[in-house]
């Protein structure tokens, strides 16, 4: 009985956990994009959201990447207190077959003009 009721109140954890997850994911702003600016903020959007001030980036480097079928990019963001986030991405539409190079590409070319706009380097690099 007892084996009963720690697997009820385990699974009980985990449900609400879940629903925790679900509703914070359903709740944040701009959920489909790979990332955006906000407020001078770049918002590179995984679980949590990872929120960097434009003054504090040093550069940023995106990378090409195929995979399967299809292709992924990363975005290392490099900041002037020599921390680097690193985010994977493909993009921010919905496909129900494989991420081209150019759907990568037009997530990166959303946000390069506020890139430019504030002098900060970027680089694309195709592996």
């Known amino acids: 009985m007892s084996n009963y009721l720690i697997i009820l109140v385990i699974s009980g954890l985990v449900l609400i956990f879940s629903s925790i997850v ?17 407020n001078e903020i770049l918002c590179l959007n995984s679980l949590p959201t990872k929120s960097i001030p434009l003054s504090e980036i040093a550069r940023v480097e995106f990378f090409l990447s195929p995979i399967r079928m299809g292709y992924k990019g990363q975005i290392k963001v490099h900041m002037k207190n ?45 592996n």
């Open 82 to 126: 020599a921390k680097i986030v690193k985010r994977y991405f493909q993009t921010s539409k919905i496909a129900f077959y494989p991420t081209t190079k150019t759907m990568v590409l037009d997530e990166i070319a959303k946000l390069t003009p506020f890139l430019d706009k504030h002098s900060i380097p970027y680089t694309i690099q195709h």
């Open 22 to 38: 679900l509703i914070h994911l359903f709740v944040r702003k701009n959920t489909m994009e790979c990332f955006y600016v906000e």
